[in-house]
């Protein structure tokens, strides 16, 4: 077995508490370079609090964390700066600046962490609205967007500095089919095209069948069971036949 | 140890606690809030175009709000004290009593109690907002360092602009007595201005309009602090913009008696 930073993310023994709710108990799970990796479980199973802890949003009780090999938990300063500039995090709501306009969203983090000229980054901005198909909305709000189109800017914020890594924090939670597929597709084409490795934790089943290598399902704080979509699907496990419906 | 990260700052999520030890927590998280703000003020990213905006956000949208408190109390002051000296024959010293009265308290503390109601509960909903709605760890994982950009500004701004809008409303002020004892006694300008200086020292002066900017210290942190560690959702962002403005209100009353007692101990009294 590999050492865990030769994962693109690696979690060992990762467990976290809240007061007396101990929502990790344990996690230990792995993630290949290049691989769309999803985490499914049922809500309230620990999937978002996990995500947190791979851009040290959360520190954990006891355990490591391991992303593009650097041990996340005891990173500081700029060192975990310059790592955070190589994930790219999708949050479940968007959570653009709604101060803001769209283009000055994406904007706003190459003017501070790049030292392309105004022209540049125009360029940039344009490209990555273009990329994602809507540039058409870049002086536009956050609030005057539907809610696909504000996830689809959000992804297009998350990747304008290139980064390594993605997480996605239920991406398509609260949107249509049609979206649903859209963003799919988008976050497929990320890994085919630029190679990047992602992390999307889910328990929208289209979407995990979309884009998922690979599957881990969380249940009452722990990895209950990994393997592929069908795999998992197929599985004979109370808590997965009930997630799945079968 | 690492130091914990952002959003396990302020209120971690826990079980609920007893009310009185809820507090506790609060106002010790108030202070640790408060002592991270002058380890950080100093350190780079210095976001000036933040400060920029904010002065402008906190005081020229101020200007008029603050110049309708000062003419009320120029105005309302002049007439209530001028039958009153006028019973003892001492109509005279009506513009020094005015002038010493609006520069030495009245303005200074009701220009902040007006300013923490207008700004200490925009920041706070508008930074608890944020904050709800994942802006705020959207700023840390772009690593984007939010204290820096949405508290260290607002805080400045209000230190900066509660002295440059507490002089203008006692200027105000003094300026609606004048029209009041104008249009009741007929006063002379010269006379009316002059007598209202000569009651007044520099240290006066200067002790009372910037004691304003401790004021405007307390309202800025107090808000900043109740927005950035809201946890649940709009209700809750709704009681911490109300939370700042009674908080704000009642430091800014503690703090005046304490800077007041402090420079009449340090400069003497009249």
Not at chain 2, 213 to 220: A, K, Q
């Amino acid at each position: 077995m590999a050492g865990a930073h030769a994962w693109a993310v690696s979690l060992r023994a990762v467990y976290k508490r809240f007061g007396v709710r101990e929502v990790l108990r344990g996690v230990t799970l792995d993630v290949v370079p290049g691989q769309s990796v999803v985490i499914m479980g049922s809500s309230g199973s620990g999937k978002s609090v996990l995500l947190k802890h791979l851009v040290r949003l959360l520190l954990p009780d006891q355990g490591e964390v391991w992303v593009l090999g650097q041990r996340v938990d005891q990173l500081e300063g700029e060192a975990l700066d310059r790592l955070r500039l190589s994930i790219g995090y999708l949050f479940q709501s968007g959570a653009l600046f709604d101060s803001m306009s769209v283009y000055e969203n994406l904007d706003f983090l190459l003017e501070r962490h790049t030292t392309l000229s105004r022209a540049e980054r125009r360029d940039r901005i344009l490209e990555t609205l273009n990329w994602v198909g809507l540039r058409h909305t870049a002086t536009q709000y956050p609030a005057e967007l539907s809610g696909g189109q504000r996830k689809r800017i959000a992804l297009a914020r998350a990747i304008i500095l290139e980064p390594k890594l993605l997480l996605y924090d239920e991406p398509t939670t609260g949107l249509d089919p049609a979206s649903v597929r859209a963003v799919a597709e988008l976050i497929v084409r990320l890994r085919d095209e630029r190679g990047i490795t992602s992390v999307t934790i889910t328990h929208d089943l289209l979407c995990a069948e979309i884009i998922a290598d690979h599957v881990h399902f969380l249940h009452e704080g722990r990895i209950l069971l990994s393997g592929t979509f069908e795999a998992l699907r197929r599985a004979d496990h109370p808590a997965l036949r009930n997630f799945f419906g079968s | 140890m690492p130091t914990k990260p952002e959003v396990e700052q302020g209120f971690p999520v826990r079980a609920p606690e007893p009310i009185g030890r809820t507090w506790m927590m609060r106002i010790g998280s108030l202070v640790l809030f408060m002592g991270r703000f002058f380890r950080e003020v100093w350190r780079p990213p210095y976001e000036v175009r933040e400060l920029v905006r904010q002065m402008d956000e906190a005081g020229s949208k101020s200007f008029v709000l603050t110049a309708a408190a000062g003419i009320a109390i120029g105005v309302v002051l002049a007439m209530q004290s001028r039958g009153t000296l006028a019973r003892f024959g001492a109509e005279a010293v009506l513009p020094n009593m005015l002038a010493l009265s609006v520069f030495k308290e009245i303005g200074p503390v009701i220009t902040s109690l007006v300013l923490a109601g207008r700004l200490g509960a925009g920041m706070a909903a508008e930074i608890g907002s944020m904050r709800v709605t994942e802006q705020i760890d959207a700023l840390e994982v772009a690593a984007l360092k939010p204290f820096h950009y949405l508290v260290i500004p607002r805080v400045l701004a209000c230190m900066v602009m509660f002295p440059i809008l507490t002089t203008w409303t006692n200027m105000i002020a003094l300026a609606g007595g004048y029209v009041e004892s104008v249009i009741s006694a007929n006063m002379d300008f010269r006379l009316f201005w002059n007598s209202a200086f000569s009651s007044l020292r520099f240290a006066d002066l200067l002790v009372d309009t910037f004691k304003t900017s401790v004021f405007g210290f307390l309202v800025g942190i107090v808000s900043c602090y109740l927005g950035y560690t809201v946890r649940g959702g709009t209700r809750e962002v709704g009681q911490a913009a109300m939370q700042a403005v009674v908080l704000s209100s009642l430091l800014i009353l503690l703090a005046d008696v304490i800077i007041v007692r402090l420079s009449l101990f340090l400069f003497g009294g009249l």
